[in-house]
């Protein structure tokens, strides 16, 4: 796997000082991200807690966190499932993205340093693979660090979180194509206008781009190109 430096794939982000707790949310976590824990599947606790090597406290907090985060559904009496893909998750993303990225996109505009500016050109031209994994890495890449350039650490959190739910789609089936078809355009134009100062343009540009990834995923997965999907 590609070296993306100090960011890497969600199913790495497991710390080896980690509490238990921490742990059983970041392994279960990476299963439902990489498609071992399909959509609709029954997370047992015994089961979680047999291959992961801890008890079941944890694994019930881990599950519980990731419930809270829309990762699982939670049925009274049945337990957990790992949530399906939806019109509606799909939306709620990409509105949230939508939001914060396009204000982090204007904020960049004003405070980007030239090292910043230099870094978002050199990771907006996206690399030609097939590898969806090394796509959706370098696509993360991108839009974090325009966060970062934004000097919001909270934003750059809650991006993150966006883009684990987006890998996770990716994840079920789509191809990475149709996302990498006029997305390293559409990054360029963005660093340009940071680089102008230009937050207005950086904002619309930002937002149109996500627009299009949005209807996108919504289009693969009325083909049945997702798979787990729900009926809302």
Known sequence: MADYGPFTLYTGWILADTSHVDRAYANIKAGIIDGRYTPGAPLSEPVLAASHGMSRTPIRE?????WQEGYLDRVPGRGYFVARVT??????????????????AARAAELATPEDLQQLRELAQ???????????????????????AARNTLATELVERCLA?????????????????GASQAHLLIVDAITQH???????????????????????????EILGVGVK
């Open 126 to 148: 996206l690399p030609s693979s097939t590898d969806y994994r090394e796509a959706e890495a370098a696509n993360a890449l991108f839009h974090l660090s325009i966060a970062r």
């Open 165 to 181: 739910q987006i890998d996770r789609f990716l994840s079920l089936g789509i191809s990475p194509a149709q996302f990498q078809t």
């Open 87 to 104: 019109v509606q998750s799909i939306n709620d993303i990409f509105d949230v993205r939508r939001l914060l990225e396009g204000a982090a």
């Open 198 to 224: 230009d937050s207005a343009a950086a904002r619309r540009l930002m937002e149109a781009h996500l627009d299009c990834g949005s209807v996108r995923m919504k289009e693969a997965l009325l083909r049945g």
């Open 62 to 66: 881990g599950l519980s966190r990731l």
